[in-house]
């Protein structure tokens, strides 16, 4: 799998405008709010060393996101909408091969966090037309850097 170097300050771009979307999600944004309580600033925190570590290999998360998510009343609609927000994000922000690269990534996490929570076996990656970067290219949104 090819590396991706991503600075701090890209990260934290990242998760503040994902999550931004996210809380005014019509199907997510509820589900968030309740979990947080309105503390959302150690969420943030928590999701950039995640992120972090998943692109640079910092080792600054030290949490269990099995953990984290099992037990949470969710379907695969929820998922769905998650990594579709994800890959907007990524491609308001993102070089496309830069896109495409943390995309393969948050789906490789879908595919194992939606097992967690709906039981099965995680299935690799899950490409969900609608949700890949070179879609959005291809609807005409351009990611940054282009």
């Known amino acids: ?4 170097q991503t600075g701090d300050e890209e990260i934290r771009r990242m998760v503040t ?19 947080f309580q309105g503390q959302w600033a150690p969420h943030l925190d928590r999701m950039c060393d995640f992120w972090s570590g ?4 910092s080792g600054r998360y030290h949490g269990n996101p099995r953990q984290a998510h099992a037990g949470l009343m969710v379907g ?13 994000t990524l491609g308001e922000l993102f070089d496309a091969e830069t896109a ?4 393969e990534r948050a789906n490789r996490m879908r595919s194992v966090l939606e097992s967690v929570v709906l039981g099965g076996p995680a299935t690799g990656l899950i490409f969900s037309p609608a949700a890949s970067p070179t879609d959005l290219l291809s609807r005409g949104q ?3 850097n282009e």
Not at 54 to 57: R, W
Not at 100 to 103: C, G, H, K, M, V
Request: charged share 25%; proline share 2%; hydrophobic share 45%.
């Open 54 to 57: 998943v692109l640079n290999a």
């Open 142 to 144: 351009q990611p940054k």
């Open 76 to 88: 695969a609609e929820h998922f769905d909408r998650w990594l579709t927000l994800f890959a907007k």
């Open 100 to 103: 495409a690269l943390i995309y």
């Open 17 to 35: 405008t994902f999550y931004t979307t996210v809380r005014q999600d019509d199907l997510l944004g509820h589900i968030f709010e309740h979990r």
């Open 1 to 4: 799998m090819k590396q991706v």
